[in-house]
């Protein structure tokens, strides 16, 4: 049965409404079609009957003319024919209504016709046209007629003829439209049962448990069971969430009432609805009084009422222009006025706000009290304030007046230094210049001031290199560098200091120069070391000066061999003098003459406290040669560990300082020296093969002096002008016969420096005059043991030596001793002999006790 009702709901009803439906789609259409096509059959019937008719009225008249009752086709003719009573014979014959003779002038005159002719020529007079069917019921019967010209004659024609079939068939339709209506009218009738007991008997069944507050419990079709169980399921939902929020309303008005604040919710209008019992305790109102009977405006004292009320207002239209916290005043039951803290809010979703009040009336007592403490301290603070302030603008006024002085004083100083200062600012222009800078430029400081060193016309490599480095200040380096600038033909060399100018913030504005001309101290120092020149005859120093001049012209890094005091030095300067980096600065550093600890820090520099004893930063010696050549001497006694950092630096031209994390970008030229033979040093593990690969670009090795004894009178010529005038000699001793042949026969071991050291002793020892074999003071025995008489001498020193910082001293002390001696005392000359300043010799008699 369940089943069946199933069905019946599910294809029983859906069936019987579309079949209703289309009943009555097709009544209308099938009526429709039946008349249209009835109409149709009829014209036609009525068609072939008017042919009938038109061929029977040409018989009558034709008749009637062959018998000469009719001679022409008139009126009159027709009427005399009619009145002879011979007519009616003729319409019985032909089945005619009637003969109405219609002239041409559109008036007729009615010969004979019946009532049904009389009606339906009226309405077909009504049609007011011709060939129109007109269907009309008269006495009972349906007629079809329909009006036509009878040229021949003039006539109008008027045929009529009863339907009697078309009248049957219209019968038919109509019983057929009632019998569709009886079934459409039975089809809604099911229709309305149907629903009544599968819709809304179950509709009806579920509104009545939902009004009896019963989950519904109905059984039968699937819809409504699904319907039932979710009703159901959303009402045990509904009970629970109802349950948790009651629970969690007892457990918030709990709060509400425990709470230590005092708390209130007050509505729209002012009203206070509800309060717990803390407010009660602090306003001294129960809450009988005071919920929906009193306005929280009656409580608020009148100094605050009015702001109040703004807030009020504001906190229901813009939430986020109301301070969420704040003080008012609250007169309570008592009228005692009471400081309060309030924190309010409004309720989510209603027009209700909430606060809490805090009493902070004894915290505010307490605050007025420390104020007034305070205030009374203030007092004499301020009279204490006022003595300081006094003391300190006298102590600033002070201060300004010694900012001038020493501004006045840096000034002058600025002016009148010889040392040329410059002040460039970010854009690399000129702010200030001193007198001497100006002079060095011959430029008037209108010319120079807002101009670069491109502007000014510089040496045109000076300002590129220029520029490259004070970017880099601009950055927070320092420089040191020496320049070479040709400026109006004139080389000009300057030892030049550049460092960052910085403002309080520590941001660099700037960059301040200091320029000192060292031409002449170039000049002396470009004599010291000048190389030999052309005129030296031997083929071997032609080809080294060969060599060094085509490696002058790239680069490339140069590795010089050589024996001790042949001059790699020397020809290093002269190399870096003919190459492109002449113009900057030329460092040597001595590998085997500093602590292996020390190296690394002298050759990259190092960072404040990057080591005990590192105060302050320090420039290596790769920095000061930016843009410059430094000289690697005795490489083969730098240490295994800086070989590698060496390397790195060849490899990237960066390098970092010691202690440092930044790395630095330098553009030297590395030159190498030693006296080593690198590749068994290679072999021993004691030198880099790599770095021997990157030292070793070009190659130059210098020969001893014992395989060019034929420059040797020319250079001895030499070394004794330049000692002579360091001497201060004006008329050179020459070199006696015997003595130049000694030099020629002796083997030079020490090569040039050897030489060199000879013939200053001789020079000191000689009576101005000539140089003797005796000055020399060679050894006269073979001259395959040059050095037997040193040797001896040597061997003396430290066998009255008990150390060797004894032999070091004692050997000081007997070449100082020797000097004073040779310049009957004089300091200054004795400094000269052993090539050390003033200041240096006066520290070495001071520790070794060496008086005048």
């Given at each position: 049965?369940?089943?069946?009702?199933?069905?019946?709901?599910?294809?029983?009803?859906?069936?019987?409404?579309?079949?209703?439906?289309?009943?009555?789609?097709?009544?209308?259409?099938?009526?429709?079609?039946?008349?249209?096509?009835?109409?149709?059959?009829?014209?036609?019937?009525?068609?072939?009957?008017?042919?009938?008719?038109?061929?029977?009225?040409?018989?009558?008249?034709?008749?009637?003319?062959?018998?000469?009752?009719?001679?022409?086709?008139?009126?009159?003719?027709?009427?005399?024919?009619?009145?002879?009573?011979?007519v009616?014979?003729?319409?019985?014959?032909?089945?005619?209504?009637?003969?109405?003779?219609?002239?041409?002038?559109?008036?007729?005159?009615?010969?004979?016709?019946?009532?049904?002719?009389?009606?339906?020529?009226s309405a077909?007079?009504?049609?007011n046209?011709?060939?129109?069917?007109?269907?009309?019921?008269?006495?009972?019967?349906?007629?079809?007629?329909?009006?036509?010209?009878?040229q021949?004659?003039?006539?109008?024609?008027?045929?009529?003829?009863?339907?009697?079939?078309?009248?049957?068939?219209?019968?038919?339709?109509?019983?057929?439209?009632?019998?569709?209506?009886?079934?459409?009218?039975?089809?809604?009738?099911?229709?309305?049962?149907?629903?009544?007991?599968?819709?809304?008997r179950?509709?009806?069944?579920?509104i009545?448990?939902?009004?009896?507050?019963?989950?519904?419990?109905?059984?039968?079709?699937?819809?409504?069971?699904?319907?039932?169980?979710?009703?159901?399921?959303?009402?045990?939902?509904?009970?629970?969430?109802?349950?948790?929020?009651?629970?969690?309303?007892?457990?918030?008005?709990?709060?509400?009432?425990t709470?230590?604040?005092?708390?209130?919710?007050?509505?729209?209008?002012?009203?206070?609805?509800?309060v717990?019992?803390?407010?009660?305790?602090?306003?001294?109102?129960?809450?009988?009084?005071?919920?929906?009977?009193?306005?929280?405006?009656?409580?608020?004292?009148?100094?605050?009422?009015?702001?109040?009320k703004?807030?009020?207002?504001?906190?229901?239209?813009?939430?986020?222009?109301?301070?969420?916290?704040?003080?008012?005043?609250?007169?309570?039951?008592?009228?005692?006025?009471?400081?309060?803290?309030?924190?309010?809010?409004?309720?989510?979703?209603?027009?209700?706000?909430?606060?809490?009040l805090?009493?902070?009336?004894?915290?505010?007592?307490?605050?007025?009290e420390?104020?007034?403490?305070?205030e009374?301290?203030?007092?004499?603070?301020?009279?204490?304030?006022?003595?300081?302030?006094a003391q300190?603008?006298?102590?600033?006024?002070?201060?300004?007046?010694?900012?001038?002085?020493?501004?006045?004083?840096?000034?002058?100083?600025?002016?009148?230094?010889?040392?040329?200062?410059?002040?460039?600012?970010?854009?690399?222009?000129?702010?200030?210049?001193?007198?001497?800078?100006?002079?060095?430029?011959?430029?008037p400081?209108?010319?120079?001031?807002?101009?670069?060193?491109?502007?000014?016309?510089l040496d045109?490599h000076?300002?590129?290199?220029?520029?490259?480095?004070?970017?880099?200040?601009?950055?927070?380096?320092?420089?040191?560098?020496?320049?070479?600038?040709?400026?109006?033909?004139?080389?000009?060399?300057?030892?030049?200091?550049?460092?960052?100018?910085?403002?309080?913030?520590?941001?660099?504005?700037?960059?301040?120069?200091?320029?000192?001309?060292?031409?002449?101290?170039?000049?002396?120092?470009?004599?010291?070391?000048?190389?030999?020149?052309?005129?030296y005859?031997?083929?071997?120093?032609?080809?080294?000066?060969?060599?060094?001049?085509?490696a002058?012209?790239?680069?490339?890094?140069?590795?010089?061999?050589?024996?001790?005091?042949?001059?790699?030095?020397?020809?290093a300067?002269?190399?870096?003098?003919?190459?492109?980096?002449?113009?900057?600065s030329?460092?040597?550093?001595?590998?085997?003459?500093?602590?292996?600890?020390?190296?690394?820090?002298?050759l990259?520099?190092?960072?404040?406290g990057?080591?005990?004893?590192?105060?302050?930063?320090?420039?290596g010696?790769?920095?000061?040669?930016?843009?410059?050549?430094?000289?690697?001497?005795?490489?083969?006694?730098?240490?295994?560990?800086?070989q590698s950092?060496?390397?790195?630096?060849?490899?990237?031209?960066?390098?970092?300082?010691?202690?440092g994390?930044t790395?630095?970008?330098?553009?030297?030229?590395?030159?190498?020296?030693?006296?080593?033979?690198?590749?068994?040093?290679?072999?021993?593990e004691?030198?880099?093969?790599d770095?021997?690969?990157?030292?070793?670009?070009?190659?130059?090795?210098?020969?001893?002096?014992r395989?060019?004894?034929?420059?040797?009178?020319?250079?001895?010529?030499?070394?004794?002008?330049?000692?002579?005038?360091?001497?201060?000699?004006?008329?050179?001793?020459?070199?006696?016969?015997?003595?130049?042949?000694?030099?020629?026969?002796?083997?030079?071991?020490?090569?040039?420096?050897?030489?060199?050291?000879?013939?200053?002793?001789?020079?000191?020892?000689?009576?101005?005059?000539?140089?003797?074999?005796?000055?020399?003071?060679?050894?006269?025995?073979?001259?395959?043991?040059?050095?037997?008489?040193?040797?001896?001498?040597?061997?003396?020193l430290?066998?009255?030596?008990?150390?060797?910082?004894?032999?070091?001293?004692?050997?000081?002390?007997?070449?100082?001793?020797?000097?004073?001696?040779?310049?009957?005392?004089?300091?200054?000359?004795?400094?000269?002999?052993?090539?050390?300043?003033?200041?240096s010799?006066?520290?070495?008699?001071?520790?070794?006790?060496i008086?005048?």
């Open positions: 049965m369940k089943i069946l009702r199933k069905l019946a709901f599910r294809v029983a009803a859906p069936i019987l409404l579309l079949v209703t439906l289309f009943g009555l789609v097709l009544h209308l259409f099938v009526a429709d079609m039946i008349n249209f096509f009835a109409r149709e059959r009829a014209e036609e019937d009525l068609k072939s009957f008017s042919r009938e008719i038109f061929g029977n009225c040409n018989r009558c008249f034709e008749e009637l003319m062959q018998s000469g009752k009719l001679e022409d086709p008139t009126a009159v003719r027709i009427k005399k024919a009619l009145t002879m009573g011979d009616e014979d003729y319409l019985e014959k032909f089945r005619l209504k009637g003969i109405i003779c219609q002239r041409n002038d559109s008036k007729s005159e009615i010969l004979m016709e019946t009532e049904e002719a009389q009606e339906l020529r077909a007079s009504s049609a046209n011709t060939n129109i069917l007109i269907s009309r019921s008269v006495a009972g019967k349906h007629y079809f007629a329909y009006t036509f010209d009878f021949p004659w003039g006539w109008r024609i008027l045929i009529a003829r009863d339907s009697a079939a078309y009248s049957s068939l219209v019968e038919r339709v109509q019983q057929l439209y009632w019998i569709f209506s009886a079934l459409l009218f039975l089809m809604t009738f099911g229709l309305i049962i149907v629903e009544n007991r599968l819709l809304s179950p509709v009806n069944q579920i009545r448990d939902l009004r009896d507050g019963v989950p519904p419990s109905y059984t039968g079709l699937v819809e409504f069971e699904f319907l039932s169980t979710s009703i159901a399921g959303m009402m045990r939902t509904l009970a629970e969430r109802e349950a948790r929020l009651r629970e969690s309303e007892n457990r918030y008005r709990t709060i509400f009432e709470t230590g604040t005092a708390i209130a919710v007050s509505e729209e209008d002012t009203t206070i609805s509800m717990n019992a803390r407010f009660e305790q602090d306003t001294g109102y129960s809450k009988k009084e005071i919920e929906g009977k009193k306005c929280w405006t009656e409580l608020v004292s009148e100094d605050d009422l009015e702001w109040m703004e807030i009020h207002a504001l906190r229901r239209t813009n939430p986020d222009a109301v301070p969420v916290q704040y003080e008012f005043k609250l007169t309570d039951k008592q009228g005692t006025c009471k400081h309060m803290l309030l924190t309010g809010g409004i309720i989510t979703g209603t027009t209700q706000s909430i606060v809490s805090i009493d902070i009336t004894d915290r505010k007592r307490e605050e007025l420390r104020r007034l403490e305070r009374a301290r203030s007092a004499e603070a301020l009279r204490r304030k006022n003595v300081e302030l300190e603008i006298d102590a600033r006024k002070r201060t300004e007046e010694s900012l001038r002085a020493s501004e006045e004083r840096f000034r002058v100083i600025f002016e009148a230094a010889e040392d040329c200062f410059f002040i460039k600012n970010t854009k690399l222009e000129y702010t200030h210049a001193n007198p001497a800078y100006l002079k060095l430029l011959e430029r400081i209108e010319e120079v001031l807002g101009k670069t060193d491109d502007a000014l016309a045109s000076y300002a590129e290199r220029a520029n490259s480095l004070e970017i880099r200040v601009l950055e927070g380096e320092s420089f040191e560098t020496e320049h070479t600038v040709t400026w109006k033909g004139w080389p000009i060399s300057l030892d030049i200091i550049r460092f960052p100018l910085r403002d309080s913030s520590g941001n660099t504005f700037g960059i301040c120069g200091i320029a000192r001309d060292v031409s002449e101290r170039k000049a002396a120092q470009d004599e010291r070391l000048a190389p030999p020149s052309r005129s005859r031997s083929a071997m120093i032609q080809e080294t000066r060969r060599q060094v001049v085509l002058a012209e790239s680069d490339s890094t140069v590795l010089f061999l050589g024996e001790s005091g042949t001059g790699k030095d020397h020809w300067r002269f190399l870096h003098d003919h190459s492109r980096r002449s113009g900057s030329f460092f040597s550093i001595n590998c085997a003459a500093l602590p292996p600890e020390l190296v690394e820090s002298e990259f520099g190092h960072e404040a990057a080591f005990t004893g590192a105060r302050a930063r320090k420039r010696l790769l920095e000061l040669a930016e843009g410059g050549t430094l000289l690697l001497n005795e490489i083969g006694e730098m240490p295994w560990a800086l950092k060496l390397l790195t630096f060849m490899d990237t031209q960066s390098i970092t300082r010691v202690g994390e790395s630095i970008t330098v553009d030297a030229r590395i030159l190498a020296a030693t006296n080593r033979d690198l590749v068994k040093e290679i072999e021993k004691r030198f880099r093969l770095l021997f690969y990157r030292l070793a670009v070009l190659t130059i090795t210098v020969p001893p002096l395989e060019r004894m034929e420059d040797l009178p020319r250079l001895a010529r030499e070394l004794l002008s330049r000692a002579g005038e360091r001497m201060g000699l004006t008329n050179l001793p020459s070199l006696d016969n015997a003595a130049m042949s000694a030099l020629l026969d002796y083997n030079w071991p020490g090569n040039i420096r050897e030489l060199q050291n000879v013939l200053e002793r001789a020079l000191i020892l000689c009576d101005r005059k000539k140089i003797t074999v005796m000055d020399l003071g060679l050894e006269k025995t073979d001259s395959k043991q040059p050095g037997a008489s040193r040797d001896t001498e040597m061997a003396i430290l066998g009255r030596a008990r150390s060797f910082d004894e032999a070091v001293e004692e050997t000081k002390r007997a070449l100082i001793n020797k000097a004073l001696e040779r310049s009957r005392g004089s300091i200054k000359k004795a400094a000269i002999l052993l090539g050390m300043t003033r200041n010799i006066d520290h070495h008699m001071r520790r070794l006790g008086r005048k």
